[in-house]
């Protein structure tokens, strides 16, 4: 059916006005829920660098806070530097952060570690010419590969809780940290990280 042109203008200008009413109230100046549109804002993010200090003896390698924690199931540092002995922590060669310049130190109930029952932490400069040595030495071990919440490569294995002890590395560009605690287990992994997370707040800032 066509419409008659009269009709048409009528529903034409009905229409118009209605428009007209609608954009007249989009643009009132009383309408509070209008703003005026801002500018974009750039947002500034401050990027911290930590700065990482190798240790010089076992004394300085955990805070007070995981020392209590350890002392707590009467476990002491027994040997490293810095510790009441002068032993190495292998007699028949250095660990691997020994190797490359950094410190292993060896925790244990005195008198138990003989029983196999110990923690060793080890933490080591990295330098850019011996990172790709460390990460040869770590890939040749079969560890699990994976990566921190802040970015460092990671290399552990669970072990378990008879002869595989549990073994969690974290590379930094600058420092190694490892744990290694014997037995093993998902429990003593999960002990290996968090003191591994302690180390690497003790020796950064």
Request: net charge negative; charged share 20%; hydrophobic share 40%.
């Amino acid at each position: 059916m066509r419409l008659q042109r009269g009709t048409y203008r009528a529903a034409a200008l009905a229409g118009f006005l209605v428009f007209s009413l609608s954009a007249c109230g989009m643009g009132s100046d009383d309408d509070p829920a209008e703003e005026p549109a801002g500018e974009d804002t750039a947002v500034e993010v401050e990027v911290v660098e930590l700065v990482f200090t190798p240790p010089t003896d076992c004394t300085a390698l955990l805070p007070e806070s995981a020392i209590s924690g350890l002392a707590r199931e009467g476990i002491e540092l027994v040997k490293g530097p810095g510790s009441p002995s002068t032993e190495p922590i292998f007699v028949e060669s250095q660990t691997p952060e020994e190797q490359v310049g950094g410190i292993s130190c060896l925790y244990s109930i005195p008198g138990d570690e003989e029983t196999g029952i110990y923690i060793i932490l080890s933490v080591a400069p990295v330098s850019e010419d011996a990172r790709p040595g460390v990460i040869s030495g770590l890939l040749a071990q079969n560890l699990n590969v994976g990566q921190s919440t802040d970015g460092a490569l990671t290399y552990w294995i669970w072990g378990d809780e008879v002869i595989v002890p549990a073994l969690h590395n974290t590379l930094y560009q600058d420092s190694w940290y490892s744990a290694l605690l014997q037995p093993g287990g998902r429990a003593a992994y999960d002990k290996g990280v968090a003191l591994v997370e302690s180390m690497r707040q003790q020796t950064t800032r």
